[in-house]
């Protein structure tokens, strides 16, 4: 029933409340209150289930992606599919003359529209996939141009330069608390090339003083990084 509600509000050309993740709170608390049966995994019976299976499998295993980026590409992956002429079970007929071709249908529904920073990226990962995992036998990926920046990012520069970071960390006061910790959130930055967010989630016990590891909790599942850099 959840199914056929969502797939009347796509029907309807909606955008929002069209997702199985958009019903999750109401069936988390429909379950809770014993009024809805519990979730139970739906098993895949179609050459493109069974095909968005797998990929799930390598998004979460050998990617590491989070649960939001997993679902967002899955999304992705099922338009594309779904565009394809083709049945999933005949995929190694697959062109870069289709994907491109794809991706300028999509680039022309995109006209005047907020920028989208998540189909091309998508798309590209798919690809990866497919060839990996030996349904496609040449790697289309890079027949996926490079989207848009976003419009807030224009003209900042890709990467700091030496001489800039060596100038910010020059003015950070080191005889101070304050100093000490701008300094260090500085060489995670750069050195380690973290993420504001993982830095910002660093914590004392994290980080290995004699094995020379810190452990980082990014957007995926927790993995050790090498401090030597530091």
């Known amino acids: ?26 069936l988390g608390y429909l379950r809770r209150l014993g009024v ?5 995994a739906v098993a895949a019976v179609t050459p493109q289930d069974v095909l968005l ?4 499998d390598y998004l979460e295993a050998e990617r590491g992606l989070s649960a939001g980026t997993i679902t967002h590409y899955l999304r992705c992956a099922r338009v594309f599919l779904t565009w394809l002429p083709e049945p999933c079970g005949s995929l190694s007929g697959l062109s870069s003359g289709q994907v491109t071709g794809y991706v300028m249908r999509w ?26 995992a030996g ?17 807030g990012r224009l003209g ?31 060489l995670s930055l750069t050195r ?16 290995g003083w004699r094995s020379g590891e810190v452990m980082i909790r990014g957007k995926g599942r927790p ?7 530091w």
Do not use: K, N
Not at 36 to 40: N, Y
Not at 108 to 123: I, K, S, W
Not at 223 to 229: D, E, T
């Open 53 to 56: 299976a797998e990929y799930r």
């Open 192 to 207: 380690l090339g973290l993420r504001g967010g993982e830095v910002a989630r660093l914590e004392l016990a994290d980080v």
């Open 223 to 229: 993995g050790r990084c090498p401090a030597a850099a």
């Open 107 to 132: 680039a022309r529904q995109r006209e005047g529209r907020p920028p989208d920073m998540v189909t091309l990226p998508a798309l590209r990962s798919l690809l990866r996939f497919l060839h990996v």
């Open 36 to 40: 809805a049966p519990p979730h139970s």
């Open 1 to 26: 029933m959840a199914g056929e509600f969502l797939r009347e509000r796509r029907a309807r050309g909606l955008r929002i409340g069209v997702t199985v993740r958009a019903l999750a709170p109401i």
């Open 156 to 186: 900042v520069p890709r990467a700091a330069s030496a001489e800039g970071i060596g100038a910010v960390l020059a003015s950070c006061d080191r005889d101070s608390a304050v100093g000490r910790r701008d300094y260090a959130i500085v």
């Open 135 to 151: 349904h496609v036998p040449w790697l289309l990926a890079d027949a996926v141009p490079a989207g848009r920046a976003h419009p």
